[in-house]
DNA sequence: TAATGTATATAGACCGATTGGTATAATTTT
DNA sequence: AAAATTATACCAATCGGTCTATATACATTA
């Protein structure tokens, strides 16, 4: 009972959903105010140093949200390659699922736009990318890969997504995501033959 | 000779850079008018259909130079695969030579915030990607490659690039782009091992 | 060659709308 | 009563875009 500051999440939800699908500063403060229904008074009192407060915030929480997904991926998975496959296929039908227009969690193509507001929103999204590079390299040293070469197949595997991600979500085409997501079976499967030297 | 038109040049030249470094709401044609020194009655002049039309103008003449780039590298080289390492190691240095900050014809990670301004904006970064996935798919066919095989090949190449230079930007560190260029070496020279089925 | 006519190009004030943000007052909840 | 929350009016600044007046360039004439 007696749901306490339900204005506080309806805005983070939906300032999160409007920011990693229109981009920062796309999204103004009053569309915020709108369609979270919430009171523009409360958006001042929850969050008192403003829009980058709010960025911040949602930047954390989404992130959250992102690495539960991975570890119950990888959880219900046997092998790393089948967890990361099946994440992104989820991803894909998620996307065509929402129109190509909706909110997705990981679509943190806004990190450049985001990266020249502040220093600090810069960190920020710097350490999601490396949290997630972090869970899924944990998980391919697990199954015995050498570190060093987890870690650079981490890297790699996110800048796959993210930009078969962006390619999707231009083209209002889900292939991209789907191509990616057959050939990160591979990338994790034959890491050894694939993974080049410096 | 007779330099004709330098505003409409400057303009563009100025925009583009400011378009693919912040992103396209992010810059005002305030700041396009006073970093590029030309009058402002000069961009209604050349432009009177506003912004939507130089930043179609611009990603026009970007895709131009990145294509152009494409053709050249590939010309120095001698496979595919070489011209593609080269390609992306070029962009990793140029990136850190410009503090991360500076103007990378190649990032089109504004493509999904521009997509969201109109379909003939979106319509115009897709085929800039389609451009780039054929002219490298053609270089792989002319080496032998079968051609479904290499429009896969050209479509996880600019996606890997993409996503690594979104967090090479946001990182400020160009490594993960140089970790995508060693591996783009495997990528192309082992792509029978690495390309898995649907 | 000189004068004129006609694009083209530039200057810069100006517009309503919206931006992020602030203030204070009224309201609700505890 | 006290504290937390919401309502609303308001702010300067900037947004993209428009307007007219002027200046320059270039071609056509005389």
Known sequence: MSEKSNARDNIISTAARLFFSQGYHATGLSQIVK????????????????????ASICIQQTNELIL???????????????GIHQFVQDMAHETEAAGFTGFLPFSFWAAVE????????????????????????????????ETAKAEDT???????????????????????????????AAVTKHAKEIQSHP
Not at 37 to 53: D, I, M, R, T, W
Not at 74 to 80: E, L
Not at 119 to 137: E, H, P
Request: aromatic residues 8%; negative net charge; proline residues 3%.
């Open 35 to 54: 369609e979270s229904q919430a009171p523009k008074g409360s958006l001042y009192h929850y969050f008192p140093n403003g829009k980058e407060e709010l």
């Open 68 to 82: 539960q997904k991975f570890e119950d991926t990888f959880a219900a998975h046997k092998s790393a390659a089948d």
């Open 114 to 145: 985001t990266s020249c507001i502040s220093q600090n929103l810069r960190k920020m999204c710097q350490g999601v990318f490396a949290d997630w590079q972090r869970v899924i390299a944990r998980q391919l040293i697990h199954e015995g890969m």
């Open 154 to 184: 981490g890297l790699l595997i996110i800048s796959l997504l993210e930009g078969a991600l962006i390619i999707s979500l231009t083209n209002q085409d889900k292939q991209p995501l789907l191509t990616a997501s057959n050939y990160m």
